[in-house]
């Protein structure tokens, strides 16, 4: 997973809110068997409608190349679909600032290198303020703080375990083997001496790989 120190970029506006992860990557795209290449279903039905009017905001420069995108309340309701996510980050999307999320949405992202920020009243509509004006701000996760273009700053806050998780770069298998390596390393020897038929080593492996050949 992406290490998340700090980004900086313009930010996509969306003040939208209830915007759930049906419009964010429509389900009939989920028989997508990777996740590499995801991001250009990313809010299909906005980018790709037909007809006049503006275009979608993630297709006009320079939020075509944001890292981030500031959304209304209740963002990312709906089907738990980790392709949500998925398809947020192959776009280049790093973090997410709303009101309110959906709970699994909000979860997924901390797994999936994104950060999520909630931010709400003041704060939030001054974050939205730069981002309509295309003035790029800085989200520093280690300071929890982003840094205004006139040098304002705001606080947030996020929880101490998915911190550390999203500034080392370490999803959920990850920090279990940071965390936890003397333990797992202590169990796997203790296997090794009550159960050896489990650890047999490459020469033995191919020993029995041979008999099996003899014998067909």
Request: hydrophobic share 45%; proline share 6%; charged share 25%.
């Amino acid at each position: 997973m992406q290490k998340f120190t700090t980004v900086s970029s313009v930010a996509a506006p969306l003040p939208e809110s209830s915007i759930d992860t049906d419009v964010i990557f429509p389900a009939r795209f989920l028989l997508l068997p990777d996740k590499k290449g995801l991001g250009a279903q990313l809010f299909h039905e906005r980018r790709h409608k037909t007809g006049d009017g503006p275009a979608f905001v993630l297709d006009r420069p320079p939020y075509d190349g944001a890292q981030i995108l500031v959304a209304g309340a209740a963002f990312g309701t709906g089907s738990s679909r980790e392709q949500a996510v998925w398809a947020l980050a192959d776009f280049g999307i790093r973090c997410v600032i709303a009101e309110s999320f959906g709970e699994i949405f909000f979860a997924n992202c901390f797994k999936n290198g994104i950060l999520p920020i909630v931010l709400t009243g003041p704060d939030h509509a001054a974050v939205l303020a730069e981002a309509e004006a295309a003035r790029p701000i800085e989200v520093d996760l280690e300071r929890c703080e982003i840094g205004m273009a006139d040098g304002a700053v705001i606080g947030f806050e996020v929880d101490a375990h998915r911190r550390r998780s999203l500034l080392n770069g370490l999803d959920e298998i990850g920090m279990i083997l940071t965390d936890d390596a003397a333990e797992i390393a202590a169990f796997e020897e203790r296997q090794r001496q009550l159960r050896p038929w489990l650890h047999l080593g490459p020469d033995k492996l191919a020993h029995f790989a041979d008999l099996g050949e003899e014998i067909s």
